[in-house]
Every structure is written in structure tokens, then in C-alpha cells.
Nanobody
Framework: QLQLVESGGGLVQAGDSLRLTCTAS????????MYWFRQAPGTEREFVAR????????DYADFVKGRFTISRDSAKNTAYLQMNSLKPEDTAVYYC????????????????WGQGTQVTVSV
């Protein structure tokens, strides 16, 4: 059974940086791309970034381009999200999941999630 654990969140000021980590364990079948989503209070979960197993295919939501960088260590089944120039609007719980490379960016397509890690950015 697939298990996901996110970590690295915290309380920071606007302009600061954080690095999130997602570690996958158990069976993931053919799903080998890793995805980051986030969910702010009162909003739907939204796509942030994704990375293929080979790290060749990387995709970002427009609102994080140039500020966030996704990477992974496939040998460790771990993905990272380096978040720079954080803004108050980045405040959310960040979640990871796994899926096929180039898969949907709609959160409802995924059924396995970690517990999430809270990121809070103050002004």
C-alpha cells in the first residue's frame, strides 16, 4: 500500500524560503511521477508542480513559476519542493501524491495523499 509523508512546512515571513519533502513508500504500481498540491482554507486543493520519475518532465502552476522548484531523488522515492520568495497567498497545507507522468492536475483524480504540511507566510 502506498504511503506518503510530507514535511518541511513552517511559519515564515514574506520573501523567505522553505523546502518541502515528500517521501513515498510501499507500492505505487506504474504511477511514478510525483505531484505537489496545496489547499488554503475554504478553497479547493490546487495543483502546484509535478515531476516525472526521470526528472525530465517538470511542470508548474503559473502562480509558482520562477519561485518554486520541484526535484526528486528517485532512489529514495523522495520529492522536494524548494519554495523561494514566498508570499502570504502561498499559505496553505501542501500535499504530495503520485501519478502517471503527464497525468491530470485535478486533485480529484488522486486518492492517496499524505497528511500534508502546513506552510504559513506572514506579511
Amino acid at each position: 500500500q502506498l504511503q506518503l509523508v510530507e514535511s518541511g512546512g513552517g511559519l515564515v515571513q514574506a520573501g523567505d524560503s522553505l523546502r518541502l519533502t515528500c517521501t513515498a513508500s510501499g507500492r505505487s504500481g506504474s504511477n511514478n511521477a510525483m505531484y505537489w498540491f496545496r489547499q488554503a482554507p475554504g478553497t479547493e486543493r490546487e495543483f502546484v508542480a509535478r515531476i516525472s520519475r526521470s526528472s525530465v518532465f517538470i511542470d508548474y502552476a503559473d502562480f509558482v513559476k520562477g519561485r518554486f522548484t520541484i526535484s526528486r531523488d528517485s532512489a529514495k522515492n523522495t520529492a522536494y519542493l524548494q519554495m523561494n520568495s514566498l508570499k502570504p497567498e502561498d499559505t496553505a497545507v501542501y500535499y504530495c501524491t503520485v501519478g502517471r507522468s503527464g497525468g491530470p492536475t485535478d486533485w480529484t483524480a488522486y486518492t492517496t495523499w499524505g497528511q500534508g504540511t502546513q506552510v504559513t507566510v506572514s506579511v
